[in-house]
């Protein structure tokens, strides 16, 4: 196979979940979650304990731990698809020699020994090109695609670098 050629476009909705996606795998999302949990807990275990409203503060603050970081994602993603080169239309074309990208005029190669990693998710496949950005691929433009294209990643990759599970 000389090279898998496709376009894809994102949407608000594509990049939340890799925000999401990023951030609850990163020590970001492991403190929210322990904060969340410790707070609620400190509330539970301290009704009848402490007097006034700590134990309710603390349940509070608990639940602000574990809903903070969607809603900034949330934010954050509706944002940043107002930017020209996210709302576009993007080309790839992967080859043995890497994954070549051009969004408007704008063009860039990647040789496979600039990828980070790749990670399939249940709707979109993510190329890293280092530890937080990632060119965002829906699942949806690539169907039909997707096991040449995991074919090619596979014979160029080291298996370390892949977290496939399409």
Known sequence: ??????????TEQDLFNFYLYNAYTSSQGVISIVFGIIGIAAGIFTIGKLE??????????GIL???????ALKFRA?????????SSEMEYTVTNKGV?????????????????????KKDLLL?????????II?????TGKEDDII????????EHRLKIKW
Do not use: C
């Open 138 to 142: 829906p699942r949806q433009f690539i």
């Open 52 to 61: 006034g409203i700590y134990p309710i503060a603390y349940i509070i603050l």
């Open 78 to 86: 509706k944002n940043s698809i107002k930017n020209e080169i996210l």
């Open 65 to 71: 731990f574990f809903f903070y970081l969607p809603f």
């Open 127 to 135: 190329v890293y090109s280092n530890m937080k950005s990632a060119y």
């Open 1 to 10: 196979m000389d090279e898998i050629k496709f376009k894809s476009k994102l």
């Open 151 to 158: 074919k090619v990643f596979r014979e160029n990759l080291p």
């Open 100 to 120: 070549h990208i051009k969004v408007n005029e704008e063009e860039a190669d990647m040789t496979w020994d600039l990828v980070y990693k790749v990670v399939t």
